[in-house]
């Protein structure tokens, strides 16, 4: 026990947690080329959740070391616990805190407990398995049972506690995912993608991941298939992308049928978008005008929200105010950002005039936003605040949804059809690298300190605007293509990226 590295053949918390979460991905922890890992925010997250969950259950900073387990300390961190698995395997876990609870132990006539922070509202077994293995090693090092795990949520806001007892089910599961987990390890090549690579956003080697994807053709890659449809597929003996393209619509659909009558019905969408990936061209679906509401509009607010969605907070409302000259031309260089901040201890009246002071003083001007989260957050604000249902009405007139509107009428050559992959199509570039959601939810943290009268930088607020600002101009690139296609209703080759 201490803070030297763990050993090249042990089998880690941290490792467990990666398994749990992909397969591939622990393997990769361990074998994988460094220099193809990227850093995430989502790592950073996690600690800050982890660091307020543990600031709002302890009433003094923890101890550190093995000589604070001696001492009785009331919490403990810094301790690396090693000892043996079920069948004789070298087992490591760093257990971010230990706090003291009743028993005996060989420190004397207290005994301690593992505690972990998760993030999300549910307890899974990502966070049940790796703290079943710091429980684990835990009873070797004091000498003592461990009878139940910590689990703490809520990141300090409304801190929760669910204790997990170290129960022999519990410990059956973790003897089988060490098990399968150290066979998978021994490999010498990594196991296949996973099957529902939703999650692969958020993995520090998405990256790598996606080029064996796109060179495998893989079925994931293709916008519309989850693990649940690529397994059905695969039962039929469509294997890939190019597989797919070329299967006759008519005869899947009939194979699908088998699974429930809705999947059959998907069945003939699923090869179209296939074929128009493997040929990288774009499929009109719909001839009428995409974007109607632009054609001899004024202007256009483009709206983005960013948000916390652990507290449920949208915190801050980012619009860009983009003209339109009395020749129709529209002015990109008069665009202006006006960034609304939403703050938990303000009232949320006061957000509402805000927002309307501005959706007013543009009150013929559409409102473009990419997916629904703008119109709900917006709408529902509205309910809350008592506006009039004819004013109601007149704000959902308004709201343009410009990732419904590309559904609608255009099939394209992309696996998502995100914003991040749409905008980039065309040729739109972020001016932040790496910026994202999550890395602005960070910098949000970071800029909060701690209470209102402890703000961290300023810079961070700067980025924060920088990336929402994006994302605005981002849409815009989108909802440009749809209008200039609108113009040309006959074309559909699909233009190259960056072009017109």
């Known amino acids: 026990m201490g803070d030297t590295p763990p050993a090249d053949n042990a089998l880690t918390d941290r490792l467990l947690r990666s398994w749990l979460r992909c397969r591939r991905k622990a393997w990769l922890d361990r074998h994988g080329d460094a220099s193809e890992r990227l850093w995430t925010a989502h790592r950073n997250l996690q600690l800050d959740d982890q660091q307020r969950c543990f600031a709002a259950l302890l009433r003094q900073p923890p101890s550190r070391g093995e000589a604070s387990c001696r001492d009785g300390a009331e919490s403990v961190v810094g301790l690396r616990l090693k000892g043996s698995g079920p069948s004789g395997e070298p087992l490591e876990a760093h257990p971010p805190l230990l706090r003291r609870v009743k028993g005996q132990s060989r420190w004397g006539p207290f005994a301690y407990q593992p505690v972990v922070a998760r993030q999300g509202r549910r307890l899974t077994r990502e966070h049940q398995l790796p703290l079943a293995l710091m429980g684990h090693l835990l009873e070797q090092v004091q000498d003592s049972p461990v009878q139940d795990l910590l689990v703490l949520g809520g990141s300090g806001r409304r801190l929760e506690r669910d204790r997990v007892g170290l129960s022999s089910g519990l410990r059956r599961q973790l003897s089988e995912a060490l098990r399968k987990l150290g066979q998978d390890l021994q490999r010498s090549q ?42 059905m597929l695969m039962e039929i003996g469509i294997g890939g992308l190019e597989d797919l393209a070329a299967a006759e619509p008519d005869w899947l ?52 929200i960013e948000s916390d969605p652990d507290a449920r907070h949208d915190f801050l409302h980012g619009f860009v105010c983009l003209p339109r000259d009395p020749s129709g031309a529209w002015l990109p260089r008069a665009a202006k950002y006006h960034p609304v901040l939403t703050l938990q201890d303000h009232p949320e009246d006061r957000s509402w005039r805000r927002l309307t002071r ?48 590309v559904r609608s009428h255009w099939r394209l050559p ?54 929402n600002r994006d994302d605005c101009l981002a849409t815009w690139a989108v909802a440009e293509w749809l209008l200039m296609r609108d113009g040309d209703p006959d074309q559909e080759k699909a233009a190259e990226p960056g072009g017109s």
């Open 253 to 304: 659909a009939a194979q699908m049928e088998r699974f429930g009558d809705q999947h059959g019905v998907v069945a003939r969408t699923l090869v179209a978008q296939a074929r128009v990936q493997r040929d990288d061209r774009v499929e009109r679906l719909l001839r009428s005008p995409a974007v109607p509401e632009l054609e001899t509009a004024p202007g256009v607010l483009l709206y983005d």
């Open 190 to 231: 990594p196991p296949a993608l996973a099957a529902d690579r939703r999650k692969c956003s958020l993995c520090s080697w998405r990256v790598s991941c996606n080029a064996v994807a796109a060179a495998e053709g893989h079925l994931s890659e293709v916008s519309g298939i989850g693990a649940r449809r690529r397994e």
């Open 358 to 405: 501005l959706l007013d003083r543009f009150a013929s001007w559409p409102v473009l936003h990419y997916g629904e989260t703008e119109s709900l957050a917006l709408r529902r604000m509205a309910q809350r605040q008592g506006v009039s249902e004819s004013d109601q009405s007149d704000l959902r007139r308004r709201l343009v949804d410009v990732h419904a509107r």
């Open 414 to 467: 992309l696996n998502s059809y995100g914003l991040k992959s749409v905008a980039a199509w065309r040729g739109f570039r972020w001016s932040q690298a790496g910026a994202d959601g999550a890395r602005a939810l960070l910098w949000w943290r970071q800029w909060q300190g701690e209470g209102q009268r402890r703000r961290g930088s300023s810079h961070a607020l700067d980025w924060i605007f920088r990336y």
